[in-house]
C-alpha cells in the first residue's frame, strides 16, 4: 500500500534567509520523506500552475491581480507577511494545484497529500499570516464544480485558527469547517466556523487528545463528507514560536493518528496539507511536518 503526493522544487520562493517564514521546508520535507523511504520517488506528483479560473470562484480578481504583478500598497504586503516576488507568484499557483491534484489522487486512492498547502488565513480579497491562496476553498469549489464531491470536511489542527477559511464557507452547508487551535493566539479576530475549540495557552497531549476524539465524533455524528482536508500545522508543539500550545513529539504523531485512522477506517478519501510550523530549526520542523506521512504509510501498513 502506497501512497502519492505533490511536490514541485517551486514550492520554494526567495525571501531573507532571516525571515520568520521557513521557506526551506518543503525541499527539506520532500528530500526526508523520499530518502527515508516514507514516500517513493515515484509516488511524487509534480503539479502546474493552477488556471486563474479556479481562482476566480474564491478570490477577487483585484486580489489575484496583486499576486500576479506585485502589491501596490505595502500595507497589503505586509499583512501577508511574505515579501512579493515573481518566485511567489509561482510558488503560490503551483501550490494551489497541488492540492487540487492530491484531493483528486485522494479521490482514486483513499489518501494522498501535498507537501505544502493548508494556507487557512488567505481570504477572498487579501492575504494573511504568509497565506496566499486559500488552497482548500479552491480545490473544494472546484470539485463541486466538477461534481466530483458534495460535502467536504476540513480538520484544521493547525494551532491558529482558520479564519480565512471560515469566512468563504460561512453560508455554505456543503462543508463544514472544524478548528481546534489556540483561543489566546493569532488571528485575535476569529472568524466563526461550523465548530470551533479554542485551547488555553499550555494545553498538554492528553487533553488535546480526548478533546480532538470527542470532536471527531460530534462532527461524523451529524455531517457525512465525501473528502476530508486534515490541515495537519505542527505549531501545537512545545517550543513553537508561534505557538503557546504544549504538544510533545510523539502527542503530535499520537493527534495525526487520530485523525488519520479514523478516516482510513471509514474510507473517507483525505488529503494532508501542512500548514504552520516554526520549531527552533529547520531541521525539527521537517521532521515534526514528516511524521504524519509516516503516520500514513504506517496505518496503511497495518490495514489501520
Ligand atoms: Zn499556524
New binding site residues.
Partial sequence: MSFRVSYSSGYYAPIPENHAFPMRKFEGLHSYLTQNGIVSTKNVVEPSQIDVVNLLRVHSSEYINEIQYGFSDRKRERLLGLPWSDGLRKRSFLAVQGTLNAALMALQDGISGNLAGGT?HAFPDHGE?FCVFNDVAITIKALQASMWIKKALIIDC???QGNGTAFIFKDDPSVFTFSI?GEKN?PFRKQPGDLDIGLADGTTDLTYHKTLERALGDILSQFQPDIVFYLG?I?VLSGDR??RINLTLDGLRRRDEIVLSTMLKLHIPTVQLL????AATLKETVEAHAQQFMVTKQLLQSKY
Avoid: L
Wanted: charged share 15%; proline share 0%; aromatic share 20%.
Fill in positions: 487557512h499570516g493547525d494551532v491558529h487551535h493569532y500545522g505549531d508561534f505557538g500548514s504552520g510550523g516554526y
